[in-house]
């Protein structure tokens, strides 16, 4: 590399010394480690202290006009090796502010010297280092303060300070105001799926869960002050090719983590990269070739960087937390991984298959946490689908997700999931309510945790409540389609279907292969007597393969209250033989019955479904199809035993 830099000067800068003749860069007179290309851009800068050095200078400046590397990439890299070393960060400078699109500069004071040829230019004690002006032009020896003018100088510094606070101290106040109220003042980070440039579909999963556990880690680093953008909003942009602007834009992020996955020679090369929105800065990048092994240290790496950079402090139990619910068996992690993609594709087979991956993990490890989570999130939603019977399921469910407890106290998983399988099979409500709290009191930015909070809230009546975590969970996954349901059955149980049909047709816009969302709609045209648009929503959800149990209850209540009494009566048959995929809810058998007004039929099934622990029991105290009922006696006493 070409270089032109003033061979034998000496830059003092706070506690930091910068020698030019021997590169090296000291901090409190201690030799810290900086890599040469750094070093030199280091040194431009402090040339031209105050000054914006723009990339281009830097380029024709550092970089051989024949060297064909990637000049943004180097000399992003540089930037933040600097930064590194200097504690500094990109989002609060001390030292190098970026400006967009132009450059950057050099913000401290600075003093020079220059070391004479005889003279070994060596790091000397910097206990109590002089307070000197920045440099003169003429390039001499570094000017002292004069003493007749020092006191007159320190009261000028004095008011000159006090003046800074006082204004910062406004902006901060306005700055804080402004924000209060929407998202709390937390900056609101994105982490994009990675993008897998390995060639190799059987990587899927490692790309996936690599994705998954960056967002639970980075969640769990400060959610006081830093949101992250669930995974089912996030990953809607693999392979988008957008924009950083109309991704930020569209999640309402401050910040993009970005990435790439290759393979070289057998292993791995991960690239991690921050990304500001508002002008597409680059904050920090770092490659990594990690082993099956490493991942854990990766994402500490990761985690401990974004907090440098958006200048959060990185809390002492962070690592602990993080090493609480992970592994250091990488056949165990592989396992874990497997598991986690198999269960996020929500088919009968791939949770019963994620249930083996799960169970070979804790086989291989006894004290992975994050594992018996897993295990726990599959057996619930085996159970909550109806793929097994309920007495099948949630015990299993309940039982690993208390072995999570005992090994990672404070998981917020783990109490999620265990106030989940208490609201939908113990119905146990006041442990729901105090497991949902205490799972958002230890990680504010648990989004699927507010979302079934929200649920709830909705099942026991307290609609404005739900209203407000179903808000909170819609800012950490603007693209879920599964909030926006949610959101359109609190309007429904507000007698509000139209608006309902809203949320409803936004969900399948954001998903248009969402069976659960065509019938939400379903019920919505129901509600507003469109039979027609009804049924062809019915006709859509079970072409996109959804729950045969929901497809035939809600085109059975359709067909009762339009008047079509024999296909009602013969949905309700259909249903009550048991000759469907998965399994029979005398839940949905009883809401037909309901709809045709035969209400003892109606209650007899309710009472099945109350025998049998029916996953949708808890629901009859909010749904209207439920009104015709609610003076009956057998009602109110359902629902007495209940609680409800």
């Known amino acids: 590399m070409g270089s032109d830099v003033h061979a034998r000067r000496r830059y003092r800068f706070g506690v930091f010394q910068l020698d030019t003749f021997s590169g090296e860069l000291y901090k409190h007179g201690i030799r810290i480690k900086l890599q040469d290309q750094p070093c030199q851009v280091l040194t431009v800068l402090l040339e031209r202290v105050g000054e914006v050095v723009t990339r281009e200078e830097l380029r024709q400046r550092l970089w051989d006009h024949d060297t064909f590397v990637d000049f943004d990439h180097s000399l992003n890299i540089s930037i933040n090796k600097l930064r590194d070393a200097l504690g500094d960060a990109a989002a609060n400078p001390r030292f190098i502010e970026t400006l967009p699109r132009k450059g950057y500069r050099f913000l401290a004071a600075v003093s020079v010297e220059d070391v004479p040829e005889n003279r070994t230019p060596a790091a000397t004690p910097m206990t109590n280092p002089p307070i000197q002006d920045v440099p003169s032009s003429n390039g001499g020896d570094s ?20 003046a800074a606070m006082a204004i910062g101290g406004w902006f901060w106040w306005k700055q804080e105001t402004a ?130 950079v958006l200048s959060m402090e990185f809390l002492p139990d962070t690592i602990q937390k993080m090493e609480q619910n992970a592994t250091q068996n990488a056949q165990a992690h592989e396992a874990y991984l497997r598991g986690r993609f198999l269960w996020s594709q929500e088919t009968h087979q791939s949770l019963d298959e994620a249930v083996i991956e799960f169970q070979k993990a804790v086989s291989l490890d006894p004290k992975y946490a994050l594992a018996y989570v897993g295990l726990a999130d599959t057996y619930n939603v085996l159970g909550g689908y109806g793929f097994i019977p309920p007495e099948q399921a949630w015990p299993k469910g309940k039982a690993a997700a208390a072995k999570a407890l005992d090994l990672a ?8 999931t265990m106030a989940f399988a208490a609201f939908y099979y113990d119905w146990n409500w006041s442990e729901t309510e105090e497991l949902f709290r205490k799972a958002l009191s230890i990680n504010p930015n648990n989004q699927v945790a507010h979302e079934f909070y929200a649920s709830y809230l909705h099942a026991m009546g307290r609609l404005d409540e739900a209203d407000k975590q179903i808000r909170i969970a819609q800012d950490l996954d603007p693209l879920s389609g599964w909030v926006r349901d949610d959101k359109g059955w609190i309007l429904l149980s507000r007698h509000r279907p139209a608006e309902a049909a809203i949320e409803f047709r936004k969900a399948i816009e954001l998903n248009p292969r969402f069976p659960a969302a065509h019938l939400s709609l379903a019920v919505a045209y129901l509600r507003l007597k469109q039979y027609d648009k009804a049924f062809q929503e019915v006709k859509e959800a079970e072409r996109l393969g959804g729950s045969p149990t929901r497809v035939l209850e809600i085109r059975g209540s359709i067909q009762a209250v339009s008047g079509d009494i024999a296909g009602a009566e013969a949905t309700a048959e259909t249903l009550k033989s048991g000759k469907i995929s ?27 479904a109350f025998q049998e622990k029916d996953t949708w029991t808890v629901w009859t105290k909010v749904l209207v199809e439920w009104d015709s009922l609610r003076d009956e006696p057998r009602f109110k006493e359902l629902q007495r035993k209940l609680n409800l």
């Open 582 to 608: 998965g399994r029979m809810s005398p839940y949905s058998v009883a809401l037909i019955y309901t709809a045709l007004g035969r209400n003892s039929e109606a209650l007899d099934w309710l009472d099945k």
């Open 409 to 416: 106290p404070n998981s917020s998983d783990a109490y999620g």
């Open 179 to 308: 924000t209060k109220g929407t998202r709390n003042s937390r900056v609101m980070l994105a982490v994009l799926p990675f993008e897998d440039l390995t060639g190799d579909r059987g990587n899927d999963f490692f790309v996936a869960g690599l994705h998954d556990e960056l967002i639970a880690q980075l969640g769990r680093l400060y959610p006081s002050r830093l949101g992250i953008i669930a995974r089912t909003s996030s990953v809607q942009y693999a392979g988008a090719h957008k924009s950083i602007d109309q991704i930020g834009r569209e999640l309402h992020v401050d910040y993009v983590l970005d990435g790439t996955i290759r393979s070289v020679n057998g292993k791995f090369r991960v690239t991690a990269e921050l990304i500001q929105v508002s002008d597409q800065t680059h904050l920090w990048v770092e490659t990594y070739e990690p082993g099956m092994g490493d991942i854990l240290m990766l994402q500490e790496d990761v985690a401990r960087r974004v907090s440098q």
């Open 143 to 162: 000017q002292q303060i004069s003493s007749p003018k020092r006191s007159t100088l320190w009261l000028g510094l004095a008011i000159l300070v006090l």
